[in-house]
């Protein structure tokens, strides 16, 4: 979700840029709601898990593309499905992104250490090599969505500075000691609202008993669609998270994001949209110096995953509160 929530901010620009060209944007059936707020675009929503599973499934869904009558399609993902897509889609122009696997292999073996371009500049490249202009300077947010009456009761209310705080991410190398997030939490929950974020049934468990210690501490897993919880997100004035999806999806509505650093590192180009570097908090590269170790996290030595624990949580507190 992560990754498509990165290109929200680019498709929103090539349709600034680009006003009389008609984009259909294709997607997992999950994650239309990303895409709401780029209006002049069509969403074309798939659905893997049943009618476009499979290589006869991806036909049919070749075939849909084709009746729209498109003049090139530009791949973001450059993956097995959409592989097979361009095979079907012969004779129609197709640009795929350049995935940069030398230059990240370089990274993660310790053979070069310096930033690789933006995912979003990667993104942006793909609709360059269609000859089309994108220019992602000067970026123009929408404006934060009013919440619903329901949403608002379901809240207990909502002020005027709401941090948000996702404290899970897909691996352990990159979540944040629960331990060390609490004295984050007791530190801000002094002062502002706290809006707990998270998916799954075991992760908002936890957040449910998180939130239960603290008087300011809401917990939002579960408890909304996707879209009631977009519009909340586009409502806070700084996301907390880690190298994860909910820092994406509040760097594609404009919010302020902070962001907690394992044994990934920003420099694999996967920082969210538009935000400072100095909202990049990085583990301690003296004591682990093989960091980053993987691109998304999976991989790493032994005892590395405890480098997000050099993060200090007055830093973090700090950090948050410059943001406000």
């Given at each position: 979700m992560g990754d498509v929530a990165i290109s929200v901010p680019v498709l929103?620009?090539?349709?600034?840029?680009?006003?009389?060209?008609?984009?259909?944007?294709?997607?997992?059936?999950?994650f239309t709601p990303l895409f709401r707020d780029i209006t002049s675009a069509t969403v074309l929503s798939a659905d893997f898990n049943k009618?476009?599973?499979?290589?006869?499934?991806?036909?049919?869904?070749?075939?849909?593309?084709?009746?729209?009558?498109?003049?090139?399609?530009?791949?973001?993902?450059?993956?097995?499905?959409?592989?097979?897509?361009?095979?079907?889609?012969?004779?129609i122009?197709?640009?795929?992104?350049?995935?940069?696997?030398?230059?990240?292999?370089?990274?993660?073996?310790?053979?070069?250490?310096?930033?690789?371009?933006?995912?979003?500049?990667?993104?942006a490249n793909v609709f360059r090599g269609l000859e089309l202009s994108l220019e992602l300077k000067n970026f123009n947010f929408s404006p934060s969505k009013q919440l619903m009456p329901t949403t608002l009761n379901t809240l207990k209310g909502f002020s005027t500075a709401v941090i948000g705080?996702?404290?899970?991410?897909?691996?352990?190398?990159?979540?944040?000691?629960?331990?060390?997030?609490?004295?984050?939490?007791?530190?801000?929950?002094k002062d502002y609202k706290i809006l707990l974020f998270g998916g799954g049934l075991e992760e908002s468990k936890e957040l449910t008993k998180l939130a239960l210690k603290y008087e300011n501490v809401f917990s939002t897993a579960g408890k909304f669609s996707f879209n009631e919880e977009l519009d909340i997100i586009s409502n806070l004035k700084?996301?907390?998270?880690?190298?994860?999806?909910?820092?994406h999806l509040a760097a594609m509505?404009?919010?302020?994001?902070?962001?907690l650093w394992g044994v990934t590192h920003p420099f694999a180009g996967?920082?969210?949209?538009?935000?400072?570097?100095?909202?990049?908090?990085?583990?301690?590269?003296?004591?682990?110096?093989?960091?980053?170790?993987?691109?998304?996290?999976?991989?790493?030595?032994?005892?590395?995953?405890?480098?997000?624990?050099?993060?200090?949580?007055?830093?973090?507190v700090k950090a948050v509160k410059d943001n406000l």
């Open positions: 929103f620009a090539f349709t600034q840029s680009n006003p009389d060209i008609r984009l259909t944007i294709l997607t997992k059936k999950q009618q476009h599973k499979g290589v006869f499934g991806l036909y049919k869904l070749s075939k849909q593309i084709r009746k729209l009558n498109v003049d090139a399609v530009a791949d973001l993902h450059n993956v097995l499905r959409t592989k097979i897509l361009k095979f079907f889609l012969i004779g122009e197709f640009y795929q992104i350049d995935k940069a696997r030398a230059q990240k292999k370089a990274l993660i073996n310790g053979s070069s250490f310096r930033p690789l371009p933006t995912i979003t500049e990667r993104y705080i996702a404290p899970f991410a897909a691996y352990a190398s990159k979540s944040y000691p629960i331990s060390k997030m609490k004295r984050v939490i007791s530190e801000l929950q700084v996301m907390l998270s880690m190298d994860s999806g909910n820092g509505l404009g919010v302020n994001v902070v962001t996967f920082a969210p949209f538009n935000q400072k570097a100095t909202n990049n908090l990085l583990a301690d590269r003296k004591k682990y110096p093989r960091i980053p170790t993987s691109i998304y996290g999976k991989s790493f030595p032994k005892g590395y995953e405890l480098a997000i624990q050099t993060i200090q949580p007055d830093t973090v």
